[in-house]
């Protein structure tokens, strides 16, 4: 299970989830956790929008990790298993924020058809997309959920139509049982204290790591993202609970890199732009501005540092090994 949470507004889209992958203890496998690092966020560009997608329920489907399952639907990619941080994505037209929609749907409902019957009907899989949308020669924040549940699914759009810079819409999913009120908390903090992107994102991190505490279905590593149309920025900041954990990944990751046992490195999502997919990676902060004109950073320890213009502060960016399901 993961808590996600989001809110848009007319510039601007927040997401924040947790990297917890948990399993029903076994005599084999005695303890839930089963992938402490495992991605839940996918970016994309489309032709009219930009979007965050993050997911609740069955973290594998098809075999493969759910936010990948998610990844391929909207790239048209048939397998994106393996570690590579750099694919080249060449497609057109490009899909647009209602393709991009009914494609994860699609997806969805097609790997809920193949599993066992009582594990579709048992487990629901929700998606959580946030994003801005370009129509009628203005900028406006979007969001849609999907919920597939055995051979029923439903897409629904969210936010209020065309809204605007000065207004903010938030939503959860996932596990919010027993936090509920943090959530709540959350979402009044932004309506009466948040005035920029990073402040309304760093308050729905701290409601998904203070809900960690409370409920064991959360991790305590935080995602958080920022798309900012406005500057033309997509951020993405890492939050790790352990340093030392993290620091344990990217020795994996980069065995032979001597830089990688000294440089604290960020974990990044999925990010899908045209020309290029970055796949699940663990990276030095940093960041590079884009052939498409967008500027992308990957920050975290306290640090929120802007890209460099002269082609990227990255030292070293290795993909991240993907834990396959449980068996």
């Known amino acids: 299970m993961t808590l996600v949470l989001a809110a848009v507004t007319g510039h601007y889209a927040i997401h924040a989830s947790d990297r917890y992958t948990s399993v029903r203890p076994t005599r084999k496998h005695p303890t839930p956790d089963w992938d402490i690092h495992a991605n839940k966020t996918v970016v994309a560009i489309g032709?009219?929008?930009?979007?965050?997608?993050?997911?609740?329920?069955?973290?594998?489907?098809?075999?493969?990790?759910?936010?990948?399952?998610?990844?391929?639907?909207?790239?048209?990619?048939?397998?994106?298993?393996?570690?590579?941080?750099?694919?080249?994505?060449?497609?057109s037209p490009q899909p647009h924020y209602r393709d991009i929609r009914d494609r994860v749907e699609r997806k969805l409902v097609e790997a809920y058809s193949r599993l066992p019957r009582s594990t579709a009907r048992d487990y629901a899989t929700s998606v959580l997309a946030a994003g801005v949308q370009r129509k009628d020669n203005s900028i406006y924040g979007v969001m849609f959920k999907i919920v597939t549940q055995g051979k029923n699914s439903i897409a629904q759009e969210l936010a209020p139509s065309k809204l605007r810079w000065n207004q903010v819409f938030t939503q959860a999913i996932g596990s919010r049982t027993r936090n509920i009120d943090i959530t709540n908390r959350a979402k009044q903090r932004i309506l009466s204290d948040a005035g920029s992107p990073e402040e309304?994102?760093?308050?729905?991190?701290?409601?998904?790591?203070?809900?960690?505490?409370?409920?064991?279905?959360?991790?305590?590593d935080i995602m958080g993202v920022i798309l900012n149309k406005k500057s033309n920025t997509i951020s993405t900041y890492f939050r790790a609970s352990d340093p030392r954990r993290?620091?344990?990944?990217?020795?994996?990751?980069?065995?032979?890199?001597?830089?990688?046992?000294?440089?604290?490195?960020?974990?990044?999502?999925?990010?899908?732009?045209?020309?290029?997919?970055?796949?699940?990676?663990?990276?030095?902060?940093?960041?590079?501005?884009?052939?498409?004109?967008?500027?992308?950073?990957?920050?975290?320890?306290?640090?929120?540092?802007?890209?460099?213009?002269?082609?990227?502060?990255?030292?070293?960016?290795?993909?991240?090994?993907?834990?396959?399901?449980?068996?």
Not at 55 to 80: C, M, N, R, V
Not at 251 to 272: F, G, M, N, Q, W
């Open 47 to 91: 032709s009219d929008c930009w979007l965050v997608l993050g997911f609740s329920g069955l973290a594998y489907l098809d075999d493969k990790p759910t936010d990948q399952l998610i990844a391929e639907a909207i790239s048209g990619y048939d397998d994106l298993s393996g570690s590579a941080a750099f694919i080249p994505w060449i497609v």
């Open 246 to 327: 993290q620091a344990e990944i990217a020795s994996i990751v980069s065995p032979d890199d001597e830089r990688a046992k000294h440089i604290p490195t960020v974990a990044t999502p999925y990010v899908l732009e045209p020309g290029m997919i970055f796949g699940p990676s663990v990276a030095p902060p940093g960041g590079w501005p884009s052939n498409n004109g967008i500027t992308f950073e990957f920050s975290g320890f306290g640090v929120e540092p802007a890209a460099s213009k002269d082609g990227g502060t990255f030292i070293y960016v290795a993909g991240q090994p993907r834990k396959p399901p449980p068996k």
């Open 200 to 220: 309304v994102r760093n308050i729905l991190m701290d409601a998904v790591s203070e809900s960690s505490k409370v409920d064991s279905s959360i991790g305590p």
